[in-house]
């Protein structure tokens, strides 16, 4: 069992800069693929990027490329997202997500199986 719980979420102007952090529970975190959905208003839950349970290897969707980075610390079982050059359409409730991907599944829902409640991301004109 892992619990998670998003923090950093926050109102900023467009072209600002936020962190999330996922905190994680137990002490299998290290054994954990993760990822960061994303769910706006009216909206269905999308993916937005994933990294490996080592760290070698991350994804992010054509959306937030080249403006977010995802990272972890397995000594801290934190997993973080790093956002810049903010825009109004990220504007959503961020989620992170713990469970085990291969090949290209790394963006759907299904491959993860521990959520976080949610973290909210407002971005101002």
């Known amino acids: 069992q892992v619990q998670l719980v998003e923090s950093g979420g926050g109102l900023v102007q467009a072209g600002g800069s936020l962190r999330l952090s996922c905190a994680a529970s137990?002490?299998?975190?290290?054994?954990?693929?993760m990822g960061w959905f994303r769910q706006a208003p009216g909206k269905e839950r999308e993916f937005v990027a994933a990294i490996k349970w080592s760290g070698d290897y991350s994804y992010y969707a054509d959306s937030v490329k080249g403006r977010c980075t995802i990272s972890r610390d397995n000594a801290k079982n934190t997993v973080y997202l790093q956002m810049n050059s903010l825009k109004q359409e990220d504007t959503a409730v961020y989620y992170c997500?713990?469970?085990?991907?291969?090949?290209?599944?790394?963006?759907?829902?299904?491959?993860?199986?521990?959520w976080g409640q949610g973290t909210q991301v407002t971005v101002s004109s």
């Open positions: 137990g002490r299998t975190f290290s054994t954990y693929d």
């Open positions: 997500a713990a469970g085990g991907f291969g090949g290209n599944n790394y963006a759907t829902k299904w491959a993860y199986d521990y």
